[in-house]
Each structure stands twice: as structure tokens, then as C-alpha cells.
């Protein structure tokens, strides 16, 4: 078991998803086939939705193939998904599909024993709660609002993704953030299962927890040099510095 983390001075918690407060087996198994299914019908028959074409031109660009038809670009995606590749524009048609199968009550999101009650307790304590996730912002607001608890939105103050915020590795992601939410960097705690995404968090001035929970894909590589927690019951956090 990790050694409990506890830190003072902290007025804002963002917090990764797959991996920190859910479980990534629940997001590959469950979510990512919901989608996959569905790609080739939203390409084709929704073609003219500003946010699909929008998406189909990026991934277009991304491939660089400015000819592909919907057929391709459906292969694409699926190519993408088989590498668990964070693109912009499949986490946009994603989160299309994700926020309509929850709104329909074919989905219900994962978390973690120890998340909610966290994330309560931070709440109730007067700590600002964010997220930030390569899933859309769709996507998280999707998932937040229809978990075995109901709708938990109301704990949370804000939601970045690589579409708002940037990609997750860069520093500069973080430092956009920061300037949206308000918060001083050092009162910002960033918690991730990923190493790079906490160097970069930190490299913008954040503190940072690893979140190291056994059977997800970062469990053994480590959290490198920052402070680790096996959940988030491991964490203690207070506003006021002592
Ligand atoms: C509800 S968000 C869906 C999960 C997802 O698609 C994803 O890529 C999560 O990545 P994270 O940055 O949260 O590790
Ligand atoms: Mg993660």
C-alpha cells in the first residue's frame, strides 16, 4: 500500500478520468465498442453536423487523406481505437455517441469505490473540483451525469479536454487551465495515472499526485517522482496552509 498523501494550501483539484477516478478496462470494454459500432452510421447519415464534418475534416487532415469518404474515414477511427490513440477528433465523435447512449440509459458510467465519497468530502470542505481528460468535454459532462449515484455535474466546477485546455504532455495545456480556472498554480493539484501528464502538470507550477491503482495499464511503469496514492481515499487536502 502507498504511504497517505496530504497536502495544505490547496484551493482547486483537477482530476484525470480513465485510470484516477474510473477504471480504464471499463472505458476500453464498454465504451470504446459502443462507439465503434456506431461510427459508421453517425458518418453517414449526420455527415452535415457541424461537429461531424467538423471531425471528419480533422481526421482527414490528420491522415493525410483529403479524399476520404465516410467508409474510410470509419476505418480510421477504428484503427485509432485499436491503438487507443487520444485524437481530438475521435474523442469529438466519441463523445457524440457516448452522450446520446447515456441520455437513452444505455450507458451508466465506472468509478472507482473511493471516488465519489472524495470528491464530496473535497466539495464540502470549499475545494474547487475540475476535469480534465482526453474524453471530450461531451463526453465528461455525459459521464458525470448518469453514474450509479445520478448526476454528480453539481460537484464539479469546470471541464477541460485536448480541445480547450491541448494535449495533455504540454506544459502550455496546463498554464491554460490554470488561466481559466483562476487558481494559483501552487493551490492547483493535478491527480493522473500518467507520468507524463503529471510532469507537464508540474512543469506549469501544479502539484501533483500519482494515482496508482493496481490492474490499470500505469500501474507498473510508476508515477516517477511524484507523490502516489493507490486512491483517493489516500489523499487528505485542506484549503488553509497551516
Ligand atoms: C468519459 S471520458 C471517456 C474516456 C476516454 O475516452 C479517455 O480518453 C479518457 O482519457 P483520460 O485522459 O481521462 O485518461
Ligand atoms: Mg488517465
Same mark, same amino acid.
Do not use: N
Given at each position: 500500500m502507498s504511504p497517505a498523501v496530504s497536502f495544505a494550501g490547496v484551493e482547486s483539484v483537477v482530476l484525470d478520468i480513465e485510470g484516477t477516478t474510473s477504471a480504464t478496462g471499463f472505458v476500453v470494454e464498454v465504451l470504446?465498442?459502443?462507439?465503434?459500432?456506431?461510427?459508421? +452510421?453517425?458518418?453517414?447519415?449526420?455527415? =452535415?453536423?457541424?461537429? #461531424?464534418? $467538423? *471531425?471528419?475534416e480533422q481526421v482527414r487532415e490528420a491522415a493525410g487523406e483529403p479524399e476520404a469518404d465516410a467508409a474510410r474515414i470509419e476505418r480510421i477511427l477504428g484503427s485509432w481505437l485499436d491503438e487507443d490513440r487520444k485524437a481530438t477528433p475521435l474523442k469529438t465523435l466519441q463523445g457524440i455517441i457516448w452522450s446520446e447512449g447515456f441520455a437513452r440509459g444505455e450507458l451508466v458510467s465506472h468509478f472507482y469505490p473511493d471516488t465519489i465519497p472524495a470528491l464530496r468530502h473535497w466539495q464540502a470542505a470549499g475545494l474547487r473540483l475540475h476535469i480534465y481528460s482526453s474524453g471530450s468535454? *461531451? +463526453? =465528461?459532462?455525459?459521464?458525470?451525469? !448518469?453514474?450509479?449515484?445520478?448526476d454528480l455535474i453539481p460537484l464539479l466546477d469546470g471541464f477541460y479536454d485536448t480541445e480547450n485546455a491541448g494535449p495533455k504532455q504540454s506544459p502550455g495545456s496546463y498554464a491554460a487551465i490554470t488561466a481559466a480556472i483562476g487558481t494559483d498554480p501552487a493551490g492547483t493539484l493535478f491527480l493522473s495515472d500518467r507520468p507524463g501528464e503529471l510532469?507537464? *502538470? $508540474? *512543469?506549469?507550477?501544479?502539484? &501533483?499526485?500519482?494515482?496508482?491503482?493496481?490492474?490499470?495499464?500505469?500501474?507498473? =511503469?510508476? #508515477?516517477?517522482? !511524484?507523490?502516489?496514492?493507490?486512491?483517493?481515499?489516500?489523499? &487528505?487536502?485542506?484549503?488553509s496552509t497551516p
Open positions: 470504446y465498442p459502443y462507439s465503434r459500432e456506431r461510427f459508421g +452510421a453517425l458518418l453517414a447519415e449526420r455527415a =452535415q453536423e457541424p461537429a #461531424v464534418r $467538423r *471531425a471528419a468535454v *461531451a +463526453a =465528461q459532462r455525459a459521464w458525470f451525469g !448518469h453514474t450509479p449515484e445520478g510532469d507537464a *502538470a $508540474r *512543469a506549469a507550477g501544479w502539484r &501533483t499526485v500519482g494515482v496508482r491503482r493496481p490492474g490499470e495499464p500505469y500501474f507498473e =511503469q510508476g #508515477v516517477g517522482d !511524484h507523490p502516489e496514492a493507490a486512491g483517493l481515499d489516500e489523499i &487528505t487536502l485542506t484549503r
